[in-house]
């Protein structure tokens, strides 16, 4: 490990006792009342949960069923919450209490009554009470629940569950104040300034706290929210989780008569063109930096609050990422360096990866973050292998901490090293729109640069690349041979066959459009590789490979090209040699 790396290690150490300092010496009883100072005797106003509710769960768990994170628990008369939870997200789901959405949707007699004796279950033993359920990002989206659902649970609620409902309310509210100081940066912290801000308004006595939480939330605002409307995670799904909430709270402010903080206002109207950017022609976002599936259904209920409905940005510069629009086709491009290592925890090492969509249809992707098992995936998920870009020497551009001790301790495998210098170029002229892009990434270990071109025709008929590995002005290649791969993740709908003279592959979509990759210079292999952000868990999918050497042949140079003929179609179909298809 390089000084460097130890350098950045040490400061996040650092950082991460001084965190916990803080958070320790606030804690206790007498600490804690000071944290919610006035009386919450009262509850004034519920805010309204954008998210999508479903009325057929009330009935499962009326049953005594929990389904969430992909794993179903039956309680069997039992608690639910005395039962071990099959993973951490199911528990950090249950938790939550963002089920309780569900039941309110249902809005029975018979749903009310269930909502009341799952929540005075939770009240009555505080002894199961769980690391998961201390974690920030579980308790903020818990105080937000029992804030939103309250007119569910307290409708025909006599007057003792009524106060003792309001106890363990504010009390969550002292805690999540305390955790402040040991909530990890980034959308944690931001979530927890959030549902602190929520608390203030919607309790009585708290005109004081609304100041303080207003204040903290702006600046936290300002530091997060980057001026193109990206996160500074640089995490499409990131913008959704947050805009979710930050949509209701401005209402919240309005129920109050209280004018919304110029910051508040600011990131939402800044973060509504962001989601339109990271569109695909699906719908979908593109799979940077940890996105999972799109969440459709709060993406619907987000771009209905957009009164713009412009054309998207072409370029993010604060953000990192690049977008090329020709007719039905888009190409996004991953044109920046990875966040800063506090904020990294979730970052991909998928510089210049790019994906490509056809109409309705996906062509190239990354492989995302699955939804499910993501500790089972995540360290594959976050390589550079797991993008369509190029790998040099079966190494990632990005280095993340390894060591298991200081995995624990910084919660997480934040980046120490990656790229430090992305440049970007954009022109247009008669071939198209070309965006010229490198990176350093592979530098240090190796010497060299990575620098991708990408030129697509107006008509978006033509994807023309050009990929080169060289060292650095006045530099060298370090060591003897260094084999890299230009990898092209296919999404799971695509058939794929690669063409006899094996420099080419015949893509198939799902509207029986038909693309032909090109390498005429290279040797095309068809690879297996995983899509891990389906909406039912990780698929078989394939991967187009080209490997080379990088002292003996570093530039390669490659084209996806559309069929415009049925003809072309037959004729591509005639010559194609039919390997076995990968299954969807």
């Known amino acids: 490990m390089s000084v460097a790396h130890r350098r950045r290690i040490s400061i996040l150490i650092v950082r991460r006792f001084a965190r916990r300092t803080i958070a320790r010496a606030s804690d206790g009883p007498a600490a804690l009342s000071r944290l919610w100072p006035g009386r919450a005797d009262r509850l004034t106003i519920a ?99 029992l804030l939103s659902q309250a007119p569910l649970v307290l409708g025909d609620a006599d007057g003792k569950f009524y106060r003792r409902y309001l106890r363990a309310l504010a009390r969550d509210i002292r805690l999540l104040r305390f955790g402040l100081h040991d909530a990890p940066d980034g959308v944690s912290r931001l979530q927890v300034l959030i549902a602190l801000c929520y608390a203030s308004l919607c309790l009585a006595n708290q005109a004081r706290t609304i100041r303080n939480a207003t204040r903290k939330l702006s600046e936290e605002l300002r530091r997060q929210i980057l001026p193109d409307g990206g996160h500074v995670s640089r995490n499409p799904g990131a913008l959704i989780e947050l805009l979710i909430d930050l949509l209701p709270l401005r209402q919240t402010f309005a129920a109050r008569n209280i ?39 709060l ?107 200081m995995k624990r301790l910084l919660q997480g495998a934040p980046i120490v090293s990656g790229p430090a210098h992305v440049e970007t170029f954009r022109e247009t002229n008669d071939d198209g729109e070309r965006l010229t892009a490198s990176h350093d990434g592979y530098l ?51 058939k794929a066959s690669r063409l006899d003279d094996a420099h080419a592959v015949m893509l198939v979509l799902p509207n029986r459009e038909v693309w032909t990759f090109e390498a005429a210079d290279d040797r095309v292999e068809l690879e297996d590789s995983v899509f891990l952000a389906g909406n039912d868990g990780p698929r078989r999918s ?37 390997e076995p298809e990968l299954p969807l």
């Not at 249950?94 to 029975?108: I, K, M, P, Q, S």
């Open 259 to 297: 004018a919304p903080p110029p910051a508040l206002l600011n990131a939402i109207d800044r973060v509504m063109p962001m989601l339109r950017f990271f569109r695909h022609g699906d719908g979908g976002f593109a799979l940077f930096n940890g996105m999972s599936s799109t969440p459709s259904d």
């Open 444 to 494: 240090a270990r190796f010497g060299l640069i990575h620098r991708r071109v990408l030129t697509m025709a107006p008509d978006g008929s033509r994807l023309e690349g050009e990929d080169m590995l060289a060292p650095a002005p006045g530099g060298r290649i370090k060591g003897g041979q260094i084999r890299y791969a230009l990898r092209f993740h296919l999404h799971p709908s695509v």
């Open 47 to 145: 805010p309204h949960d954008l998210r999508t509710a479903d009325a057929t769960r009330a009935a499962e768990i009326y049953a005594g069923r929990f389904v969430f994170a992909g794993k179903i628990v039956t309680c069997h008369s039992r608690s639910i919450f005395d039962l071990e939870p099959p993973s951490e997200d199911w528990e950090a789901a249950l938790l939550g209490f963002g089920w309780l959405r569900h039941l309110r949707a249902a809005d029975t007699a018979i749903t009310r009554a269930n909502a009341r004796s799952l929540m005075e279950d939770w009240i009555s033993n505080p002894t199961r009470r769980r690391p998961v359920g201390r974690r920030a990002d579980v308790m903020s989206r818990r105080v937000i629940s």
């Open 299 to 405: 993406l619907a209920t987000l771009l209905a609050y957009d009164d713009t409905r412009g054309i998207p940005m072409a370029s993010m510069p604060h953000t990192g990422f690049q977008r090329i629009d020709a007719g039905a086709t888009i190409l996004i491009v991953d044109a920046g360096p990875p966040p800063p290592p506090n904020l990294s925890e979730e970052a991909h090492a998928g510089c210049l990866s790019f994906e490509l969509s056809s109409g309705l249809n996906r062509v190239v992707t990354n492989c995302g973050m699955s939804s499910t098992s993501r500790e089972t995936w995540r360290v594959f998920a976050r390589s550079t292998a797991a993008h369509s870009t190029l790998v040099c020497h079966q190494t990632s551009s990005c280095q993340f901490v390894e060591q298991s001790a």
């Open 542 to 578: 394939a991967q187009i490979v080209i490997h080379q050497n990088a002292r003996e042949v570093p530039r390669v140079r490659w084209g996806f090209v559309r069929s415009t003929t049925s003809a072309a179609v037959t004729n591509a179909r005639r010559n194609a040699r039919r």
